[in-house]
C-alpha cells in the first residue's frame, strides 16, 4: 500500500464517523469545460491577505489560459471593487465585485490568522462578513478550494466539519479542533471541497486544478514553464 493509499484509507474512515457529507464527489462535481464554456475561477479577496497565497494560484492558471486551457481567473471581494491591501502591504487589483454564481471554483487565500486587530483572515474571521458570504454561495456544481489559512475561513463557513482537508501547519490543530478530518497531503480534493497546505503549496493547488478539470498534460507543460516541481502527495477520493 502506498502513501497515498495509507492516507486514503485514514481519512475516509475519519470521514465516515461523522461530519457534513460533500455536495458532490470526485469528477461528479466537474463542469463540462469547453472553448466556449471555459472554467470559471473566482479568487476571494480582502485586505491581509497573503501575497503569494493569491499569486501563486493566479500564475499558474493565467498560464494554463495563456497556454491554451478553457479558463477564466478573475479576483473577487465581498467588499465592493476596492484594491486591496496583502499582508507585506502590495495593492492588488483590480478587483471585480462579488458574484459567485458566476463561478465554477471560488479559491480562497490565507493570510495573518494570529491578529484579530489587524487585516487578515483572523479580523475576517471575527468580522463574519467573507465566511458568511461563502457559505451563502456554496451550491451544487462549485468546488471551493482554499490555500493556506485560508482554509480557516471555509471553517467558519461551516463547509470542513467531517471533511477531509488540510490548512497551513501552524492552524492545523485549530481546524482540527473545529471538526476538520486532517490529512497530512499537500493538496486534498474531497470533490467539492480542495484544500492545500501552506504558503507554495498555492502553485501545487493550482496545477492540480488544472490536472483535474482541464488536462494533465497542460499541467505539466506549466510546470516546465515554471522551472517547478510539484511536491508531496495529492489526496483525492
Known amino acids: 500500500m502506498d502513501r497515498r493509499d495509507v492516507l486514503r484509507a485514514t481519512v475516509v474512515a475519519g ?18 469545460v469547453t472553448p466556449d464554456r471555459p472554467l470559471r475561477v473566482q479568487v476571494v479577496m480582502y485586505d491581509g491577505v497573503e501575497e503569494m497565497d493569491a499569486i501563486g494560484p493566479i500564475e499558474v492558471l493565467g498560464l494554463a489560459k495563456g497556454m491554451g486551457g478553457a479558463i477564466t481567473t478573475s479576483m473577487v471581494t465581498v467588499d465592493g471593487d476596492l484594491p486591496i491591501t496583502g499582508f507585506h502591504g502590495t495593492e492588488l487589483g483590480p478587483v471585480g465585485r462579488w458574484a459567485p454564481r458566476g463561478a465554477d471554483v471560488l479559491l480562497v487565500p490565507g493570510g495573518g490568522y494570529r491578529r484579530v486587530d489587524a487585516p487578515g ?14 457559505a451563502a454561495a456554496r451550491r451544487r456544481g462549485l468546488t471551493l478550494a482554499a490555500v493556506c489559512t485560508g482554509t480557516m475561513l471555509l471553517s467558519a463557513a461551516g463547509l470542513t466539519a467531517g471533511r477531509p482537508c488540510i490548512t497551513h501547519h501552524g ?5 482540527r479542533a473545529q471538526g476538520g478530518v486532517i490529512t497530512e497531503a499537500r493538496v486534498v480534493d474531497d470533490g467539492d471541497l480542495v484544500t492545500a497546505g501552506g504558503i507554495t503549496s498555492g502553485l501545487d493547488l493550482g496545477l492540480w486544478l488544472v490536472e483535474r478539470f482541464l488536462d494533465a498534460d497542460l499541467a505539466v507543460r506549466i510546470e516546465k514553464v515554471l522551472e517547478y516541481q510539484r511536491r508531496g502527495t495529492v489526496w483525492h477520493r
Not at 121 to 134: L, W
Not at 171 to 175: G, P, R, T
Open 15 to 32: 470521514a465516515a464517523a461523522g461530519g457534513a457529507a460533500a455536495l458532490s464527489s470526485g469528477a461528479a462535481a466537474s463542469p463540462a
Open 121 to 134: 483572515v483572523a479580523y475576517e474571521i471575527q468580522r463574519g462578513v467573507v465566511p458568511a458570504a461563502i
Open 171 to 175: 492552524a492545523v490543530e485549530d481546524l
